[in-house]
Nanobody
Framework: QVQLVESGGGLVQPGGSLRVSCAASGSIFRINTMGWYRQAPGKQRELVATITSGGSTNYADSVKGRFTISSDNAKNTVYLQMDSLKPEDTAVYYC??????????????WGQGTQVTVSS
């Protein structure tokens, strides 16, 4: 079994910064991609950013230039540095990982979510 544990959410003022982290643990053979999604009240869950094991990144247009995704492969951890935060960034942020638990067993895993609130 694989677990994703997020940390680092909280309350921040508009224009501020916050970093969230997600650590994967358990039966991990290979991590293919890790990423962050978010869901605001009354809205669908949306992609924020992803990073492959090779370091290729992808961002939603709404966060390009403000958010930076990075990873520490040795620690099976992904980070999301969020700068110039706006009230519309307020959401529950979910970690996602595409993981092989063995050579032939591969699936998506989700964290429990961490609340990010941008408000004055």
């Amino acid at each position: 079994q694989v677990q994703l544990v997020e940390s680092g959410g909280g309350l921040v003022q508009p224009g501020g910064s916050l970093r969230v982290s997600c650590a994967a643990s358990g039966s991990i053979f290979r991590i293919n991609t890790m990423g962050w999604y978010r869901q605001a009240p009354g809205k669908q869950r949306e992609l924020v950013a992803t990073i492959t094991s090779g370091g290729s990144t992808n961002y939603a247009d709404s966060v390009k230039g403000r958010f930076t995704i990075s990873s520490d492969n040795a620690k099976n951890t992904v980070y999301l540095q969020m700068d110039s935060l706006k009230p519309e960034d307020t959401a529950v942020y979910y970690c996602n990982a595409d993981i092989n638990s063995s050579m032939f067993r591969r699936r998506d895993y989700w964290g429990q979510g961490t609340q990010v609130t941008v408000s004055s």
